[in-house]
Nanobody, 126 residues
Framework: HVQLVESGGGLVQTGGSLTLSCVAS????????MGWFRQTAGKEREGVAA???????SYADSVKGRFIISLDNAKNTLYLQMNSLKPEDSAMYYC?????????????????????WGQGTQVTVS
């Protein structure tokens, strides 16, 4: 039973930084993709960043150069370091994961490829 639990959201001023965490349990796949998505009211869920089991990363154009995704395997924890935050980054942020080698393709940003999701953590940039 895979469980993902996010934390680290909050209120931050424009230009500030925030780091989200996602602790994974029950995950034993050797080949996988873990990602961060975000969603605001009335909009579709948007892929923000992803990392595969080989450590390769992918980013949405809107966050390239500002956000960094990383994975600490020893702690089973996925991170999203967010810098130079903008009001348009405000959203509910979700951690997602699933097995497979599709992470290195454009599918990383398609939420239909992920079967495991966290409950979300709210980020508000004022």
């Amino acid at each position: 039973h895979v469980q993902l639990v996010e934390s680290g959201g909050g209120l931050v001023q424009t230009g500030g930084s925030l780091t989200l965490s996602c602790v994974a349990s029950g995950y034993t796949y050797s080949s996988y993709c873990m990602g961060w998505f975000r969603q605001t009211a009335g909009k579709e869920r948007e892929g923000v960043a992803a990392i595969d089991s080989d450590g390769r990363t992918s980013y949405a154009d809107s966050v390239k150069g500002r956000f960094i995704i990383s994975l600490d395997n020893a702690k089973n924890t996925l991170y999203l370091q967010m810098n130079s935050l903008k009001p348009e980054d405000s959203a509910m942020y979700y951690c997602a994961a699933d097995q497979g080698e599709w992470c290195r393709t454009a599918r990383w940003s398609d939420d239909e490829w992920y079967n495991f999701w966290g409950q979300g953590t709210q980020v508000t940039v004022s």
